[in-house]
């Protein structure tokens, strides 16, 4: 679905030359109002508009399919175990969410302590912060409001002890800025300083009997999640099968 996605969105930006009037590119959807004023234009989004509509129908049924699924698991756990009550769990999501972009901003992961697994603390602060420093960037975040939490995906296991690193995606959605520039002339050099929503995939293990950030993606890999709910095994015989083992 993915990359149905991407052509599509690819035949858009090839089309939208063709059928465009001339008109000087601008915020405010100028491109969009030009190409409504022509016939082709009318037609090529009215097309696009047919054609999109089923697969955003079905990505999103397949969507909450994955949070209904995550839902269900993460209810049938916290019978067994409260890490598992998906109230602690939004909480600590959200929690985890002000801590990692306050580190971030301070460029100290190490701020973050305990609520990062090892691996991506010292992963983000070597392969990011160190070579922005390096390279004179600083990146700036600043959340105004953390929006909707919904888990995608949860794979429970028995590795190093019971639940211990158990998976958990789950989609954040937050009203935020985010930004890189330079560290001595203040100039952004990606993103820019406005306030936007934003939506960012978040993987969290289950280690030490709390739950820590181990990951974090674009809102394109989404659909990655989702796709994967079709392939878990009930709950139930994946308890089994643990206990068995």
Same mark, same amino acid.
């Given at each position: 679905? #993915?990359?149905?996605?991407?052509?599509? !969105?690819?035949?858009?930006?090839?089309?939208?030359? @063709?059928?465009?009037?001339?008109?000087?590119?601008?915020?405010?959807?100028?491109?969009?109002?030009?190409?409504?004023?022509?016939?082709?234009?009318?037609?090529?989004?009215?097309?696009?508009?047919?054609?999109?509509?089923?697969?955003?129908?079905?990505?999103? @049924?397949?969507?909450?399919?994955?949070?209904?699924? $995550?839902?269900?698991?993460?209810?049938?756990?916290?019978?067994?175990? +409260?890490?598992?009550?998906?109230?602690?769990?939004?909480?600590?999501?959200? $929690?985890?969410?002000? =801590?990692? &972009?306050?580190?971030?901003? =301070?460029?100290?992961?190490?701020?973050?302590?305990?609520?990062?697994?090892?691996?991506?603390?010292?992963?983000?602060?070597?392969?990011?912060?160190?070579?922005?420093?390096?390279?004179?960037?600083?990146? &700036?975040?600043?959340?105004?409001?953390?929006?909707?939490? #919904?888990?995608?995906?949860?794979? &429970?296991?028995? %590795?190093?002890?019971? &639940?211990?690193?158990?998976?958990?995606?789950?989609?954040?959605? $937050?009203?935020?800025?985010?930004?890189?520039?330079?560290?001595?002339?203040? #100039?952004?050099? %990606?993103?820019? #300083?406005? !306030?936007?929503?934003?939506?960012?995939?978040?993987?969290?293990?289950?280690?030490?009997?709390?739950?820590?950030?181990?990951?974090?993606?674009?809102?394109?890999? @989404?659909?990655?999640?989702?796709?994967?709910?079709?392939?878990?095994? +009930?709950?139930?015989?994946?308890?089994?099968?643990?206990?068995?083992?």
């Amino acid at each position: 679905m #993915k990359k149905v996605i991407q052509f599509y !969105y690819l035949t858009l930006i090839l089309l939208l030359p @063709l059928v465009a009037e001339p008109v000087v590119a601008g915020p405010g959807g100028m491109i969009a109002k030009a190409v409504w004023n022509t016939f082709w234009g009318k037609l090529v989004i009215i097309l696009l508009v047919l054609i999109f509509l089923p697969l955003l129908i079905l990505s999103t @049924l397949e969507e909450n399919r994955a949070v209904r699924r $995550a839902r269900q698991d993460l209810a049938y756990m916290a019978d067994r175990n +409260p890490v598992f009550d998906w109230i602690r769990l939004r909480e600590r999501m959200q $929690a985890s969410f002000y =801590h990692t &972009h306050i580190a971030w901003s =301070h460029e100290k992961t190490s701020e973050a302590d305990g609520f990062m697994t090892q691996w991506f603390q010292q992963n983000q602060q070597q392969v990011h912060l160190n070579r922005w420093k390096e390279q004179g960037l600083i990146n &700036h975040c600043d959340i105004k409001q953390v929006g909707s939490i #919904k888990p995608i995906l949860f794979i &429970h296991r028995n %590795e190093q002890g019971p &639940h211990l690193q158990s998976m958990l995606v789950v989609s954040i959605t $937050a009203t935020m800025k985010d930004y890189l520039a330079e560290r001595t002339t203040g #100039k952004v050099v %990606e993103g820019d #300083k406005r !306030y936007k929503e934003v939506e960012t995939i978040w993987t969290f293990l289950l280690q030490e009997d709390d739950w820590k950030v181990h990951n974090i993606e674009e809102a394109s890999c @989404l659909f990655d999640y989702t796709k994967l709910t079709k392939e878990l095994t +009930p709950i139930e015989q994946t308890l089994v099968k643990q206990f068995k083992a």
